[in-house]
């Protein structure tokens, strides 16, 4: 089972979680990351998801943890 800590419109944590898929509240956030890699010829490195994720190409990304 996955968690995702939650914040507020400030970012400070509310010492709560919810679950991976669940949505929160009203006032309530999670942080998600987004990471864009390009090299110098000017190409990106992309992410081949495993078919049970979709099989599909993407960026990296995640939820950080506290």
Same mark, same amino acid.
């Given at each position: ?5 939650l914040y ?5 944590? $509310?010492? /709560?979680?919810?679950q991976k ?5 009203? !006032? ?5 990351v987004l ?9 990106? $490195?992309? /992410? ?9 190409? !993407? ?8």
């Amino acid at each position: 089972m996955e968690y995702r800590d939650l914040y507020d419109n400030k970012r400070r944590p $509310l010492n /709560q979680v919810i679950q991976k898929g669940e949505k929160p509240q009203d !006032g309530m956030y999670y942080v998600s990351v987004l990471i864009v890699l390009e090299n110098s010829d000017g190409t990106f $490195l992309l /992410q081949k998801r495993t078919v049970d994720k979709g099989g599909l190409w !993407g960026v990296i990304s995640g939820h950080p943890k506290r």
